[in-house]
């Protein structure tokens, strides 16, 4: 009886502040820079997107769609994509050699931002094994709990 009652105890108290990541990089088995930025678009907003990144105090434009605004030409080569239900992802082709050692990356769409600080040798592959290790997505934890309370 005491079992289940601390089970979803603990449940609950995991449930509350239950809230993924914004933004993640990792890199492609093709060592691409990949950022995700699941910033959640205001629905009175124009769909806008900005990808940068910081280091020490110089800020770099890698790629954007919002007009009058112009990234760094040594980015040409990233795309960016859409991401289901909303959210993008970006891409920076071979870049791993020039990646600078502490990175803060940023993100913003339709004005609302998320930053990350990563440093270089510490970037993950972008397997689903190592991302989900890497969020911090509480309620993944809770549903494999719940999984295992209903099974015993």
């Known amino acids: ?40 678009p205001k629905p009175s907003k124009i769909n806008s997107y900005e990808f940068s990144w910081t280091v020490g105090t110089k800020q770099f434009l890698i790629n954007t769609n919002v007009s009058g605004l112009a990234a760094e030409s040594q980015f040409k080569e990233s795309y960016v994509e859409e991401l289901q239900p909303y959210g993008y992802r970006m891409i920076l082709p071979d870049y791993i050699d020039k ?18 600080t990563v440093e270089k040798e510490q970037l993950a592959p972008c397997s689903a094994v ?4 890497k969020s911090s997505c509480s309620w993944v934890i809770c549903v494999l709990l719940f999984f295992f309370q209903t099974h015993s």
């Open 99 to 116: 990646l600078p050692h502490n990175t803060t990356y940023l993100c913003k769409v339709s004005g609302e931002g998320a930053h990350i």
């Open 1 to 40: 009886m005491l079992k289940p009652l601390f089970v979803y105890g603990v449940l609950g108290v995991l449930l509350i502040p239950a809230q993924c990541d914004l933004i993640s990089v990792c890199l492609e088995d093709d060592e691409d820079l990949r950022i995700d930025c699941r910033v959640e």
């Open 130 to 133: 190592s991302l989900f290790l």
